[in-house]
């Protein structure tokens, strides 16, 4: 069945350089695209970022210039690097596959808390 | 970038039926897609292009709309119903959700 799960540290410092991992398991990331998706504590969800199957890869605007989204197919995950972190990213991580038809989301990690603090 | 509003909650009683809406501030044609999100776990995807059930989504929950105004229905409302209820629409680049509905049994 078709599984993702995301992991990373827990706490990051200011300033530093966020890098998690969405390891995917029941399908191939040659056939399907991988997004990231952020949930600040009690609050919404914000798309990060978008990895297609064939590689190529969409930002969101608000972040494009500290985000990067690559992937191994060979070890069929999809890693996340932000730089420059600060409070206001502490967030729930979540990675999700975009289904099949549209850009929606039909399958979605348990997510990994990350926290921004010195 | 699309904004979508929904409203901020609803408290319905068990066996009732409910209607969760989404407004876009611009067209999104169909492409409008529902989750549910219980506490402390991940999204869970209901609905897609606006009115296509998902695979092992009870048929008690329904999507209607076009362009600017969306609807999530459950009838009848089980107490397993309570959740937070996001719209998502992937017309307009970015991809956006909504505030979400956080629905309430009474």
């Known amino acids: 069945q078709v599984q993702l799960k995301e992991s990373g540290p827990g706490l990051v410092q200011p300033s530093e350089t966020l890098s998690l991992t969405c390891t995917v398991s029941?399908?191939?990331?040659?056939?399907?695209?991988v997004n990231w998706v952020r949930q600040p504590p009690g609050k919404g969800l914000e798309w990060m970022g978008t990895?297609?199957?064939?590689?190529?890869?969409d930002y969101n605007s608000a972040l494009k210039s500290r985000l990067s989204i690559s992937r191994d197919t060979s070890k069929s995950q999809v890693f996340l690097k932000m730089n420059s972190l600060q409070t206001e990213d502490t967030a729930i991580y979540l990675c999700?596959?975009?289904?099949?038809?549209?850009?929606?989301?039909?399958?979605w990690g348990p997510g990994t808390m990350v926290t921004v603090s010195s | 970038d699309t904004v979508l509003t929904q409203s901020p909650a609803l408290a319905v009683s068990p066996g009732e039926r409910v209607t969760i809406s989404c407004r876009a501030s611009?067209?999104?044609?169909?492409?409008m897609h529902w989750y549910q999100q219980k506490p402390g776990q991940q999204p869970k995807l209901l609905i897609y292009?606006?009115?296509h059930l998902e695979s092992g989504v009870p048929a008690r929950f329904s999507g209607s709309g076009s362009g600017t105004d969306f609807t999530l229905t459950i009838d009848p409302v089980e107490a397993d119903d309570t959740a937070t209820y996001y719209c998502?629409?992937?017309?307009?680049?970015?991809?956006?959700f909504g505030g979400g509905t956080k629905l309430e049994l009474k």
């Open positions: 999700a596959r975009v289904g099949e038809s549209t850009w929606y989301f039909d399958f």
């Open positions: 029941g399908f191939s990331l040659t056939s399907y695209g």
């Open positions: 990895i297609w199957n064939d590689g190529s890869t």
């Open positions: 611009e067209s999104v044609s169909t492409l």
């Open positions: 292009l606006a009115s």
């Open positions: 998502q629409q992937s017309w307009n680049d970015p991809p956006t």
